[in-house]
């Protein structure tokens, strides 16, 4: 099978294009499953904290329309690609037992879990660190990815890459980012939660690269060892980036001992092999 469990709709706010190309894109990519996991606004946090916190998703009743539409077009679509309806949800220290009774208002397949900014150092998305030496948020990154698999809440870790794409890598000779990734994963590992591939991270480590090595191929020789399960996306913000680079990812992950990843209905997990060629 080829899926696609990562992909935003303009419910979002920041993605391009009607959802129906979403999907007719992802059918000539020849995907089985298309997983659309917009984000969830932080509109349940309190006043204050909604006054400092950066902000993208659907409020509740954008979440309606959402989840109404694909489910119409799931219908529309059913001989020929497989819909599933899923949300990103940030993960906030304090906050698990709100977030946790409004994903259980709405009939999703699958949860995604991420990490956009650490409120410690300031309720804005990570790229917009003003810090010289960013080993303490490196350090709060990851201990945050584990408290966000051990929650409970989500079915996959998305983009555990994040930090290193848009935060500066830690200059100090002292910090060691490596163990950091193999205990997010050996955590996730620990707490039956997925975690995600995604394109972006592949991408990135193809154009980029640091002086101690190679942390996506690091991530993924985790991943391997600790033999977790796997949701794979493209977090496609645009029709034409619908399972984008999948031919070189695929082949790559392959290479790596990786040919399984998760499908979720009503999140329950299977695992199908990878399609290749």
């Given at each position: 099978m080829l899926v696609d469990y990562h992909v935003h709709t303009p419910y979002c706010g920041h993605a391009q294009g009607k959802i129906i190309d979403y999907i007719e894109s992802g059918i000539a990519a020849g995907l089985s499953e298309i997983?659309?996991?917009d984000h969830l606004g932080r509109y349940y946090l309190s006043r204050s904290q909604k006054r400092r916190y950066w902000d993208w998703g659907m409020d509740e009743k954008a979440c309606s329309r959402y989840f109404e539409e694909l489910a119409?077009?799931?219908d529309?679509?059913?001989?020929?690609?497989?819909?599933?309806i899923g949300m990103e949800v940030d993960f906030i220290a304090g906050a698990e037992d709100i977030a946790g009774q409004l994903i259980e208002k709405f009939p999703c397949d699958f949860i995604l879990g991420s990490i956009h900014c650490l409120p410690e150092f300031g309720w804005r998305?990570?790229?917009e660190t003003?810090?010289?030496?960013t080993s303490v948020m490196y350090a709060a990154y990851f201990t945050q990815a584990c408290e966000c698999v051990k929650s409970g809440l989500f079915n996959s870790l998305a983009h555990l890459d994040f930090i290193w794409r848009y935060v500066k890598w830690p200059k100090r000779k002292s910090i060691d980012v490596y163990p950091m990734i193999h205990d997010a994963v050996s955590c996730a590992a620990k707490n039956d939660c997925c975690i995600e591939i995604n394109a972006n991270g592949y991408l990135w480590s193809q154009l980029y690269t640091i002086r101690q090595g190679d942390p996506f191929a690091y991530m993924i020789k985790s991943i391997n060892e600790e033999n977790v399960?796997?949701?794979i996306g493209s977090d496609a913000h645009s029709p034409s980036h619908v399972a984008k680079l999948f031919p070189q990812l695929i082949e790559y992950l392959g290479t790596e001992g990786i040919r399984q990843v998760e499908v979720l209905t009503k999140k329950k997990r299977k695992s199908v092999t990878l399609k290749t060629g």
């Amino acid at each position: 099978m080829l899926v696609d469990y990562h992909v935003h709709t303009p419910y979002c706010g920041h993605a391009q294009g009607k959802i129906i190309d979403y999907i007719e894109s992802g059918i000539a990519a020849g995907l089985s499953e298309i997983g659309f996991a917009d984000h969830l606004g932080r509109y349940y946090l309190s006043r204050s904290q909604k006054r400092r916190y950066w902000d993208w998703g659907m409020d509740e009743k954008a979440c309606s329309r959402y989840f109404e539409e694909l489910a119409g077009l799931r219908d529309v679509y059913n001989d020929r690609i497989a819909i599933k309806i899923g949300m990103e949800v940030d993960f906030i220290a304090g906050a698990e037992d709100i977030a946790g009774q409004l994903i259980e208002k709405f009939p999703c397949d699958f949860i995604l879990g991420s990490i956009h900014c650490l409120p410690e150092f300031g309720w804005r998305h990570l790229a917009e660190t003003s810090l010289n030496d960013t080993s303490v948020m490196y350090a709060a990154y990851f201990t945050q990815a584990c408290e966000c698999v051990k929650s409970g809440l989500f079915n996959s870790l998305a983009h555990l890459d994040f930090i290193w794409r848009y935060v500066k890598w830690p200059k100090r000779k002292s910090i060691d980012v490596y163990p950091m990734i193999h205990d997010a994963v050996s955590c996730a590992a620990k707490n039956d939660c997925c975690i995600e591939i995604n394109a972006n991270g592949y991408l990135w480590s193809q154009l980029y690269t640091i002086r101690q090595g190679d942390p996506f191929a690091y991530m993924i020789k985790s991943i391997n060892e600790e033999n977790v399960a796997v949701t794979i996306g493209s977090d496609a913000h645009s029709p034409s980036h619908v399972a984008k680079l999948f031919p070189q990812l695929i082949e790559y992950l392959g290479t790596e001992g990786i040919r399984q990843v998760e499908v979720l209905t009503k999140k329950k997990r299977k695992s199908v092999t990878l399609k290749t060629g």
